[in-house]
């Protein structure tokens, strides 16, 4: 049976292999683990409250109603880091990313999502894959910490 | 695990965490579930100025320097955080 536990557990076994992925230059399925990881902590929240996981993959609509940035402390330096770590997330993420190879996946970042432009070309699959693993191990780790609060907000 | 790999112990994983990044505090190492890899949370204030991508590559280079490939992939998500991250989720 699939818990708030397992989503949570799950997510920080995600994250970890996102890294493990870059660290062997697997940019493009590295960027995919790295969104699922925080899809899996958005989860692990939304079951925690007893809510319906919704059949979409927008991350900031799970973040907005499992209330996720409630459980943070607030109005300090990590909530704003965490902030900033989603919103990179949403713009480098999609659900479908796991069916894009390298060249698909930098042609999206150009085209589509038309980040890193000021990034080499040669570099630009490896800074992303950076960026959004950088992101979400903070939103993870954020997550992780706060999992332990007894009090909802 | 493999038949042959040995059982990393948490007790030598605290002790290399701790070598490798002195005066950190270590909370929560452990196996949370069986099967399952050794994870916990690494505060060391020398963090700071780091992003958490930097933190973990740093993390897993020293790990990677002391323990053979067996004892690398029994451990899961170390968590990377300065005192004052720490402190925010722990005094509120």
Redo the contacts between chains.
């Keep these: 049976m699939i818990t708030a536990d397992t989503y949570r557990?799950a997510a920080?076994?995600r994250?970890?292999e996102a890294?493990a992925l870059h660290?062997q230059e697997h940019y493009a399925l590295a960027h995919y683990v790295a969104g699922l990881a925080v899809e899996c902590m958005m989860y692990a929240y939304l079951c925690r409250l007893g809510l319906p996981i919704e059949k979409h993959h927008d991350l900031i609509r799970h973040c907005s109603r499992c209330r996720f940035l409630g459980f943070?402390?607030?109005d300090?330096?990590?909530t704003l880091r965490v902030r900033a770590a989603m919103g990179d997330v949403r713009a480098r993420w999609l659900n479908n990313h796991r069916y894009r190879d390298e060249r698909e996946l930098l042609h999206w970042l150009q085209s589509e999502a038309r980040l890193d432009e000021n990034v080499a070309k040669q570099k630009r699959l490896r800074h992303s894959s950076?960026k959004i693993?950088?992101a979400a191990?903070?939103v993870?780790?954020?997550g992780?910490?706060?999992w332990e609060?007894r009090q909802l907000p | 695990m493999g038949a042959t790999t040995t059982a990393l112990r948490v007790s030598k994983l605290r002790g290399l965490l701790e070598r490798s990044f002195p005066g950190a505090e270590i909370h929560a190492l452990r196996r949370?579930?069986r099967p399952?890899?050794i994870?916990g949370?690494l505060v060391w204030e020398r963090f700071r100025h780091k992003?958490?991508?930097d933190r973990?590559?740093e993390l897993?280079t020293k790990l990677k320097a002391e323990l053979d490939a067996g004892e690398m992939q029994q451990i899961?998500?170390i968590?990377?955080?300065t005192p004052?991250?720490?402190r925010?989720?722990?005094h509120?």
């Design positions: 557990r920080e076994a994250v970890e890294r660290e943070l402390p607030q300090g330096p990590v950076r693993i950088d191990v903070a993870v780790t954020a992780r910490l706060a609060r | 949370e579930t399952g890899r994870g949370v992003d958490q991508f973990q590559q897993w899961g998500l968590l990377t955080v004052d991250e720490y925010a989720f722990t509120q």
